[in-house]
């Protein structure tokens, strides 16, 4: 069989849970570039002038790039993967209920991201915050969307186990509330001008987090916290209302990025309100993940996907509890604007999410090839490279964001304060490296563990995959 004829096959394959793996691999691959991309920008941002002539590689072009490459690439590809692994075993399956269809879907997303990324590089844009794509690749992510939630909710149909875990409902629930939130946000069947776009803008920009992400995210880990330590899952009465009340509050959340402008003051006071309110579904996730844990926190110390696991749960944590904080009116006049906001944004995006799809890849990878991975110290090592890239980061954008805010509340000529951010913006770039290198291991140890003709088998484990 040629090596074109074997791709083939792979891609459009039929076999249970090659889907899962041919998502992940894909993410993988889009992981390393947008990361590659955003090293790109922050050098831009430390040294402006270091490109030239090269309209594409311009900050204004890179930086959207970037975003759409980890939030559609990535993120979204790594997410679709792991549920595609999750949903079957939950409910009794041998894979999902369309594999062929999931495994297209799977090519189509490829070449929207691709297409989508080389857009936006070229200057088609809509200039709207997380959603900068034009409208015909709006259409595709919107079909592409629709057609993972029916696999998702046709193999949860069609599974013999009609006791859903909560897992389920979680991934299930963002399967149905990201396509909403994507047709009004991105404008696909119709668009508003002004002020009521702006709104519609963060309505999405914010909800993308919320109910894709957030709601995604912790359905895996609620997935995985029970496999890594052998220990039922704490409460499922608090897993159902920390369900509900994410749906509750996360949704009128968005117009927080924007208490600045002349929106009505109720819509704002529902903002700031429910993005305090939020501390309610957040407390209870992490009262159910960290008891879950009792008495195996032991299993850290060997276990990199569940230490993964564990610093997402923290950066999530975090994450929580700085967003109301800056949500409220006066901090977020004082900070808005600043990159404490870039650092907020990382802090969800790489150490939250991105740290559950590594917890996550780690664990299904040998389940669906059959095959140990193939170095645990480039694990190890794409653990540490990514969890002090990211605190380092977070450092210096923290700090770079109260000299602007400084600067701009005791209304400091703009051309004195920015010189003060320049260490900041070095340190940020370095932090990138780090986080690019950590990247670079981790598509090398899975694809390796995918592809090379030469591998161990997955041995069994109580613990999940206790001997990566």
Same mark, same amino acid.
């Given at each position: 069989?040629?090596?074109?004829?074997?791709?083939?096959?792979?891609?459009?394959?039929?076999?249970?849970?090659?889907?899962?793996?041919?998502?992940?691999?894909?993410?993988?691959?889009?992981?390393?570039?947008?990361?590659?991309?955003?090293?790109?920008? +922050?050098?831009?941002?430390?040294?402006?002038?270091?490109?030239?002539?090269?309209?594409?590689?311009?900050?204004?072009?890179?930086?959207?790039?970037?975003?759409?490459?980890?939030?559609?690439? @990535?993120?979204?590809?790594?997410?679709?993967?792991?549920?595609?692994?999750? %949903?079957?075993? %939950?409910?009794?399956?041998?894979?999902?209920?369309?594999?062929?269809?999931?495994?297209?879907?799977?090519? !189509? @997303?490829?070449?929207?991201?691709?297409?989508?990324?080389?857009?936006?590089?070229?200057?088609?844009?809509?200039?709207?915050?997380?959603?900068? %794509?034009?409208?015909?690749?709006?259409?595709?992510? %919107?079909?592409?969307?629709?057609?993972?939630?029916?696999?998702?909710?046709?193999?949860?149909?069609?599974?013999?186990? /009609? /006791?859903?875990?909560?897992?389920?409902?979680?991934?299930?629930?963002?399967?149905?509330?990201?396509?909403?939130?994507?047709? &009004?946000?991105?404008?696909?069947?119709? +668009?508003?001008?002004?002020?009521?776009?702006?709104?519609?803008? @963060?309505?999405?920009?914010?909800?993308?987090?919320?109910?894709?992400?957030?709601?995604?995210?912790?359905? !895996?880990?609620?997935?995985?916290?029970?496999?890594? #330590?052998?220990?039922?899952?704490?409460?499922?009465?608090?897993?159902?209302?920390?369900? @509900?009340?994410?749906?509750?509050?996360?949704?009128?959340?968005?117009?927080?990025?924007?208490?600045?402008?002349?929106?009505?003051?109720?819509?704002?006071?529902?903002?700031?309100?429910?993005?305090?309110?939020?501390?309610?579904?957040?407390?209870?996730?992490?009262?159910?993940?960290?008891?879950?844990?009792?008495?195996?926190?032991?299993?850290?110390?060997?276990?990199?996907?569940?230490?993964?696991?564990?610093?997402?749960?923290?950066?999530?944590?975090?994450?929580? &509890?700085?967003?109301?904080?800056?949500?409220?009116?006066?901090?977020?006049?004082?900070?808005?604007?600043?990159?404490?906001?870039?650092?907020?944004?990382?802090? +969800?995006?790489?150490?939250?999410?991105?740290?559950?799809?590594?917890?996550?890849?780690?664990?299904?990878?040998?389940?669906?090839?059959?095959?140990?991975?193939?170095?645990?110290?480039?694990?190890?090592?794409?653990?540490?490279?990514?969890?002090?890239?990211?605190? !380092?980061?977070?450092?210096?954008?923290?700090?770079?964001?109260?000299?602007?805010?400084?600067?701009?509340?005791?209304?400091?000529?703009?051309?004195?304060?920015?010189?003060?951010?320049?260490?900041?913006?070095?340190?940020?770039?370095?932090?990138?490296?780090?986080?690019?290198?950590?990247? !670079?291991?981790?598509?090398?140890?899975?694809?390796?563990?995918?592809?090379?003709?030469?591998?161990?088998?997955?041995?069994?484990?109580? #613990?999940?995959?206790?001997?990566?």
């Amino acid at each position: 069989m040629s090596v074109l004829t074997r791709a083939f096959s792979e891609v459009f394959s039929d076999q249970p849970y090659s889907a899962s793996r041919n998502f992940l691999i894909s993410g993988i691959f889009w992981l390393v570039l947008g990361t590659t991309l955003g090293l790109l920008a +922050a050098s831009l941002m430390t040294w402006p002038d270091m490109i030239r002539g090269i309209p594409q590689l311009s900050f204004g072009r890179v930086r959207p790039a970037h975003i759409n490459m980890v939030t559609i690439g @990535w993120l979204s590809m790594g997410y679709i993967g792991c549920f595609y692994y999750i %949903l079957p075993v %939950l409910v009794g399956r041998k894979g999902v209920w369309n594999e062929r269809l999931a495994n297209i879907t799977m090519v !189509i @997303w490829n070449l929207l991201v691709f297409f989508g990324v080389w857009s936006l590089l070229n200057g088609y844009t809509e200039a709207r915050e997380y959603a900068e %794509l034009e409208a015909p690749f709006d259409i595709v992510a %919107l079909a592409g969307l629709i057609l993972v939630g029916i696999n998702g909710y046709m193999t949860v149909l069609s599974g013999p186990e /009609k /006791k859903w875990y909560v897992s389920v409902w979680y991934i299930l629930g963002a399967m149905f509330w990201f396509p909403v939130v994507y047709i &009004i946000g991105q404008r696909v069947f119709f +668009a508003m001008e002004g002020l009521n776009d702006a709104i519609a803008n @963060w309505f999405y920009g914010h909800n993308i987090l919320g109910m894709w992400f957030t709601v995604g995210g912790i359905g !895996i880990l609620y997935y995985l916290m029970p496999r890594f #330590t052998g220990n039922p899952l704490y409460s499922h009465t608090l897993s159902m209302l920390g369900f @509900w009340t994410i749906a509750m509050f996360y949704a009128p959340t968005g117009t927080h990025h924007i208490l600045q402008s002349p929106v009505p003051e109720w819509l704002k006071a529902i903002a700031v309100i429910s993005s305090v309110f939020l501390l309610v579904p957040v407390l209870t996730v992490l009262t159910n993940f960290f008891m879950t844990m009792k008495g195996k926190w032991s299993l850290a110390a060997d276990h990199i996907p569940l230490r993964f696991a564990l610093a997402a749960g923290v950066a999530y944590l975090l994450t929580c &509890i700085q967003g109301p904080f800056q949500a409220t009116r006066f901090i977020n006049w004082y900070l808005h604007f600043s990159n404490w906001v870039v650092g907020h944004a990382h802090m +969800a995006l790489l150490a939250t999410f991105s740290f559950i799809v590594f917890s996550a890849t780690y664990y299904i990878i040998p389940k669906v090839t059959g095959r140990k991975i193939y170095s645990k110290r480039l694990a190890v090592w794409h653990f540490w490279l990514s969890l002090y890239g990211w605190i !380092i980061m977070m450092l210096a954008l923290t700090i770079a964001g109260l000299i602007q805010a400084a600067g701009w509340h005791f209304a400091i000529p703009y051309d004195q304060w920015v010189i003060e951010m320049h260490p900041y913006m070095i340190v940020r770039t370095l932090s990138g490296v780090m986080i690019v290198l950590g990247q !670079i291991l981790f598509m090398f140890n899975i694809y390796h563990t995918v592809f090379s003709k030469e591998f161990e088998p997955a041995p069994h484990s109580p #613990t999940g995959i206790a001997f990566v």
